[in-house]
């Protein structure tokens, strides 16, 4: 009889440890599926953006000749920071760099990690939008140039 009551309160603390530590991975699971929500939403928009500014005839290098900027770094190697990168491929501004914390080399050496020397640049362009806080944060550790998000490309590059 005692062995079947020690069994039976095994039983019910190992199903109240399960049934807890389960809870605890899905609510993790579910808060990681929002973020992934929200900055993958915030992407879109800066997308959206981004076709607007250049379907009513807009510039991105427009905003760096107004600011006197020739060399630039980008931090951020993803979709946005890649399509920036090919925007200014075929104009007068020079991406010096793209600054990644997830840095893998690529051909041309342009890739750097976040432990690397800062290149001699006018100002950073922080393309990830939803972790803006967290990169300007550490960046302005590192250094006191100008930081640039996409969003003042877009809204300052409507004029001239």
Same mark, same amino acid.
């Given at each position: 009889m005692r062995k079947k009551m020690i069994a039976g309160l095994v039983s019910m603390a190992s199903f109240a440890g399960g049934?807890?530590?389960?809870?605890?991975?899905? $609510?993790?699971? *579910?808060? &990681?599926?929002?973020?992934?929500?929200k900055r993958n939403f915030s992407n879109?928009? #800066?997308?959206?953006?981004?076709?607007?500014?250049?379907?009513?005839?807009?510039?991105?290098?427009?905003?760096?000749?107004?600011?006197g900027y020739k060399r630039i770094m980008i931090y951020g190697n993803g979709y946005i920071g890649k399509r920036l990168q090919q925007a200014l491929i075929q104009t007068d501004i020079? $991406?010096?760099? *793209?600054? &990644?914390?997830?840095?893998?080399?690529?051909?041309?050496?342009?890739?750097?990690? #976040?432990?690397?020397?800062?290149?001699?640049?006018?100002?950073?362009?922080?393309?990830?939008?939803?972790?803006?806080d967290e990169i300007s944060g550490m960046l302005r550790k590192k250094t006191g140039l100008p930081l640039v998000t996409m969003q003042m490309l877009l809204n300052m590059s409507y004029c001239c």
């Amino acid at each position: 009889m005692r062995k079947k009551m020690i069994a039976g309160l095994v039983s019910m603390a190992s199903f109240a440890g399960g049934f807890f530590l389960g809870g605890k991975v899905l $609510v993790g699971m *579910v808060n &990681d599926y929002k973020r992934r929500m929200k900055r993958n939403f915030s992407n879109m928009m #800066l997308f959206n953006d981004w076709l607007d500014f250049l379907y009513s005839g807009g510039k991105i290098e427009q905003y760096f000749h107004n600011q006197g900027y020739k060399r630039i770094m980008i931090y951020g190697n993803g979709y946005i920071g890649k399509r920036l990168q090919q925007a200014l491929i075929q104009t007068d501004i020079e $991406v010096a760099a *793209v600054m &990644d914390k997830a840095a893998l080399p690529n051909e041309d050496g342009l890739v750097i990690g #976040l432990d690397s020397k800062m290149p001699d640049v006018d100002c950073i362009v922080i393309t990830p939008v939803y972790y803006y806080d967290e990169i300007s944060g550490m960046l302005r550790k590192k250094t006191g140039l100008p930081l640039v998000t996409m969003q003042m490309l877009l809204n300052m590059s409507y004029c001239c």
